[in-house]
């Protein structure tokens, strides 16, 4: 979990890709562990490039061209990023549209083609949600749909909801309860993309929450919901994006198609995985409607414009509007979590500076955007990056610098200084410390494994203040300004939690993702810790035995022992080897786009759950040496291979490694 001045997550997951799989989690858990020691502090990335807060400046085209300029190419720099695309409009009018950087090298070179805001097509990722709901909020005006009706009205597939009916309203606002998945969501094969119904209907996720009561991001979810708007219209959803949304704002060089039709693909910005690669192949999204609309800083002015108020009525009239922009849900449904910020029907409402913000932010592997709106300043923003620069926050720091000093600069006044914390502060602190798992996960599938490494820790402060941070991110210091709401100290990010009479069940940090409370055993990584240890042991074994049978060059059993203890010896000595080889090819066979090689994956948990199943004759092994008085390391190693393939054992079930269920 990131916590950020300005918090911009992944809706599509972007590299490196989420793997089920022992041996990636503990590759996730070590290079989260670098990243933390890596990674800029918030405050370090606020002074990047921040500048005094002199009062809010007169929003004209020159200054905002000087201020972008001065911004823009140092932080590309700074972050080794290849290209962004920008666009600001003010009062219904076009600002200024802006290209900065590469569109065809992974660096602004002699003989690379600048980024053309009016020419070059950027992939917003999910920033394309924000079109599925004006296509839905369309059809909610013009009377073809309830926001509040059972969505299985209008499909032609069953969809199991143990915990509840799911609403439209539910689907746009990221509370229909779905787990996580992510298989082949981004993939560069086009023959792997499928008809949009075959996608919904096939192994759908598992509903885990009940309907809104607890926001957890749903690609899935966004893409039901552009599937209704297709069932009800009869019309493709990609073909109904065309003519109903995007046709009539004039956004001529944008589209949802994927591959890009070919009036307009070879006019899409390279994506760069990294500085200095050579561009990757065009990204197809498995569910359009969750984010496969490309675009150009030009025509995202249009669409920026339509969300503050001034496109044409027959696109969205003001109560269309006036209802995708409020709450989503009454304030009871979330209780204390939707007091700092909550989805409206498509946009993270949030706060800053004081000012109301709607936005929303799009990453696939290779691009990365974000969309502002200051719906009472009558202004928006947007930025879109076309590549990954030499950190895994690159991209977040540009786009956080982008927007919070833009609201400096031209939107908000100066902060007040932070009030004096309420009575019973830091009797509430200590109540919220301690350690939640994001509701954003799997648990159906091998996919649960990473859901267990997405904590995040909160400490309580002697003055009554709080530190969140996690693995990824560096903690952030906040106060609280009403009970059960904090903010950051100097910076925007917010907590807010939601109590009951056994205390904090849960805390929300973002609009569209909620977290809740764990054990201190799953805080602090123990069962992934004594993984770690297991699979040394393993390790450790399998090195120890053939040097030490070397080294004593005579049979291990007594003179004439029979054959079976070999035997029951052997198969215990074997289980190392099934079980690395097993978790070794289970990893290999995740893909870049996520997807896995079935038998591939088969064949890992196969070799996996034989060599879990040698606990037994590991377990007869310690037997027959404490059953002969062999010396304490002998025994000792015996023991700790039993205790090793056990806790494997149990982890591998717990963690849905052997689940059947190979979905992530």
Same mark, same amino acid.
């Given at each position: 979990?990131?916590?950020?001045?300005?918090?911009?997550?992944?809706?599509? &997951?972007?590299?490196?890709?989420?793997?089920?799989?022992? /041996?990636?989690?503990?590759?996730?858990?070590?290079?989260?562990?670098?990243?933390?020691?890596?990674?800029?502090?918030?405050?370090?990335?606020?002074?990047?490039?921040?500048?005094?807060?002199?009062?809010? *400046?007169?929003?004209?085209?020159?200054?905002?061209? !000087?201020?972008?300029?001065?911004?823009?190419?140092?932080?590309?720099?700074?972050?080794?990023? &290849?290209?962004?695309?920008?666009?600001?409009?003010?009062?219904?009018?076009?600002? =200024?549209?802006?290209?900065?950087?590469?569109?065809?090298?992974? *660096?602004?070179?002699?003989?690379?083609?600048?980024?053309?805001?009016?020419?070059?097509?950027?992939?917003?990722?999910?920033?394309?949600?924000?079109?599925?709901?004006?296509?839905?909020?369309?059809?909610?005006?013009?009377?073809?749909?309830?926001?509040?009706?059972?969505?299985?009205? $209008?499909?032609?597939?069953?969809?199991?909801?143990? %915990?509840?009916?799911?609403?439209?309203?539910?689907?746009? @606002?990221?509370?229909?309860?779905?787990?996580?998945?992510?298989?082949?969501?981004?993939?560069?094969?086009?023959?792997?993309?499928?008809?949009? %119904?075959?996608? #919904?209907?096939?192994?759908?996720?598992?509903?885990?929450?009940?309907?809104?009561?607890?926001?957890?991001?749903?690609?899935?979810?966004?893409?039901?919901?552009?599937?209704?708007?297709?069932?009800?219209?009869?019309? &493709?959803?990609?073909?109904?994006?065309?003519?109903?949304?995007?046709?009539?704002?004039?956004?001529?060089?944008?589209?949802?198609?994927?591959?890009?039709?070919?009036?307009?693909?070879?006019? /899409?910005?390279?994506?760069?995985?990294?500085?200095?690669?050579?561009?990757?192949?065009?990204?197809?999204?498995?569910?359009?409607?969750?984010?496969?609309?490309?675009?150009?800083?030009?025509?995202?002015?249009?669409?920026?414009?339509?969300?503050?108020?001034?496109?044409?009525?027959?696109?969205?009239?003001?109560?269309?509007?006036?209802?995708?922009?409020?709450?989503?849900?009454?304030?009871?449904?979330?209780?204390?979590?939707?007091?700092?910020?909550?989805?409206? #029907?498509?946009?993270?409402?949030?706060?800053? *500076?004081?000012?109301?913000?709607?936005?929303? +932010?799009?990453? =696939?592997?290779?691009?990365?955007?974000? #969309?502002?709106?200051?719906?009472?300043?009558? =202004?928006?923003?947007?930025?879109?990056?076309?590549?990954?620069?030499?950190?895994?926050?690159?991209? @977040?720091?540009?786009?956080?610098? #982008?927007?919070?000093?833009?609201?400096?600069?031209?939107?908000?006044?100066?902060?007040?200084?932070?009030?004096?914390?309420?009575?019973?502060?830091?009797?509430?602190?200590?109540?919220?410390?301690?350690?939640?798992?994001?509701?954003?996960?799997?648990?159906?599938?091998?996919?649960?494994?990473?859901?267990?490494?997405?904590?995040?820790?909160?400490?309580? +402060?002697?003055?009554?203040?709080?530190?969140?941070? @996690?693995?990824?991110?560096?903690?952030?210091?906040?106060?609280? /300004?009403?009970?059960?709401?904090?903010?950051?100290?100097?910076?925007?990010?917010?907590?807010?939690? %939601?109590?009951?009479?056994?205390?904090?069940?849960?805390?929300?940090?973002?609009?569209?993702? !909620?977290?809740?409370?764990?054990?201190?055993? $799953?805080?602090?990584?123990?069962?992934?810790?004594?993984?770690?240890?297991?699979?040394?042991?393993?390790?450790? !074994?399998?090195?120890?035995?053939?040097?030490?049978?070397?080294?004593?060059?005579?049979?291990?059993?007594?003179?004439?022992?029979?054959? *079976?203890?070999?035997?029951?010896?052997?198969?215990?000595?074997?289980?190392?080897?099934?079980?690395?080889?097993?978790?070794?090819?289970?990893?290999?066979?995740?893909?870049?786009?996520?997807?896995?090689?079935?038998?591939?994956?088969?064949?890992?948990?196969?070799?996996?759950?034989?060599?879990?199943?040698?606990?037994?004759?590991?377990? %007869?092994?310690?037997?027959?040496?404490?059953?002969?008085?062999?010396?304490?390391?002998?025994?000792?190693?015996?023991?700790?291979?039993?205790?090793?393939?056990?806790?494997?054992?149990?982890?591998?079930?717990?963690?849905?490694?052997?689940?059947?269920?190979?979905?992530?």
């Amino acid at each position: 979990m990131r916590v950020h001045p300005f918090p911009v997550r992944s809706p599509i &997951p972007a590299a490196p890709p989420r793997a089920p799989g022992a /041996v990636l989690a503990l590759v996730l858990v070590t290079l989260l562990l670098l990243a933390h020691l890596a990674v800029p502090s918030s405050a370090a990335a606020r002074e990047h490039g921040a500048q005094e807060d002199q009062g809010v *400046r007169e929003l004209t085209a020159g200054d905002v061209d !000087t201020w972008l300029d001065g911004l823009v190419p140092a932080l590309l720099d700074a972050e080794r990023l &290849p290209g962004a695309t920008v666009a600001v409009v003010s009062g219904g009018e076009i600002v =200024t549209v802006r290209g900065f950087g590469a569109a065809d090298r992974s *660096r602004l070179v002699p003989g690379a083609t600048p980024v053309d805001p009016e020419h070059h097509l950027f992939r917003i990722g999910s920033v394309s949600k924000l079109f599925t709901a004006t296509a839905v909020l369309q059809q909610v005006e013009r009377g073809a749909l309830d926001l509040d009706a059972d969505v299985r009205e $209008h499909l032609d597939f069953p969809l199991e909801l143990p %915990r509840g009916t799911v609403t439209l309203r539910h689907l746009l @606002s990221h509370t229909a309860g779905f787990e996580e998945r992510v298989d082949h969501l981004i993939t560069p094969d086009a023959e792997k993309v499928r008809d949009l %119904r075959t996608e #919904l209907a096939e192994d759908p996720p598992q509903q885990i929450f009940a309907p809104g009561t607890t926001p957890a991001y749903s690609n899935y979810g966004l893409a039901l919901a552009g599937y209704v708007v297709q069932q009800v219209t009869g019309v &493709p959803f990609e073909e109904y994006v065309r003519e109903e949304v995007l046709g009539p704002l004039g956004m001529t060089s944008s589209t949802a198609e994927q591959p890009l039709p070919p009036a307009l693909s070879d006019r /899409v910005a390279g994506g760069f995985p990294a500085p200095g690669a050579e561009p990757a192949p065009f990204e197809h999204i498995s569910v359009p409607p969750a984010g496969s609309v490309s675009s150009t800083a030009q025509d995202m002015a249009a669409f920026l414009n339509l969300h503050l108020g001034h496109g044409p009525d027959d696109v969205l009239g003001p109560g269309a509007l006036a209802a995708m922009h409020a709450p989503a849900l009454p304030p009871a449904s979330l209780g204390g979590l939707g007091a700092a910020e909550q989805m409206t #029907l498509g946009f993270r409402g949030h706060e800053m *500076r004081g000012q109301r913000v709607l936005s929303h +932010g799009g990453d =696939t592997n290779l691009f990365h955007s974000e #969309l502002v709106l200051f719906p009472d300043a009558d =202004t928006g923003l947007f930025v879109s990056v076309n590549g990954n620069g030499v950190r895994a926050l690159s991209t @977040s720091v540009l786009r956080q610098q #982008l927007v919070g000093q833009f609201a400096r600069r031209y939107v908000a006044p100066p902060e007040p200084a932070a009030p004096e914390p309420p009575p019973g502060a830091a009797e509430r602190a200590a109540a919220v410390a301690g350690h939640y798992r994001s509701a954003r996960r799997a648990e159906s599938s091998a996919a649960a494994l990473v859901g267990a490494l997405a904590i995040t820790t909160v400490r309580a +402060g002697p003055d009554g203040t709080i530190s969140v941070g @996690s693995l990824a991110a560096p903690p952030t210091t906040m106060h609280e /300004v009403e009970p059960w709401l904090w903010r950051e100290t100097g910076g925007t990010a917010t907590l807010a939690a %939601r109590a009951d009479e056994d205390g904090v069940r849960d805390i929300a940090l973002v609009a569209y993702s !909620t977290e809740g409370r764990v054990s201190a055993w $799953h805080g602090l990584f123990v069962p992934h810790l004594l993984l770690l240890a297991a699979l040394l042991v393993l390790v450790v !074994t399998l090195v120890a035995w053939p040097v030490n049978r070397l080294r004593r060059r005579r049979r291990w059993d007594t003179p004439g022992g029979a054959a *079976r203890p070999r035997r029951v010896r052997r198969l215990a000595y074997a289980a190392p080897v099934a079980v690395l080889a097993g978790l070794a090819l289970f990893a290999a066979s995740v893909q870049p786009d996520l997807s896995l090689v079935r038998p591939l994956t088969r064949l890992g948990q196969a070799l996996l759950l034989l060599g879990v199943l040698g606990v037994v004759p590991a377990v %007869r092994h310690l037997a027959g040496a404490l059953r002969h008085r062999r010396g304490v390391v002998a025994v000792a190693g015996a023991g700790l291979l039993a205790l090793s393939l056990a806790w494997i054992a149990g982890y591998a079930v717990a963690y849905r490694v052997l689940w059947p269920d190979i979905s992530v």
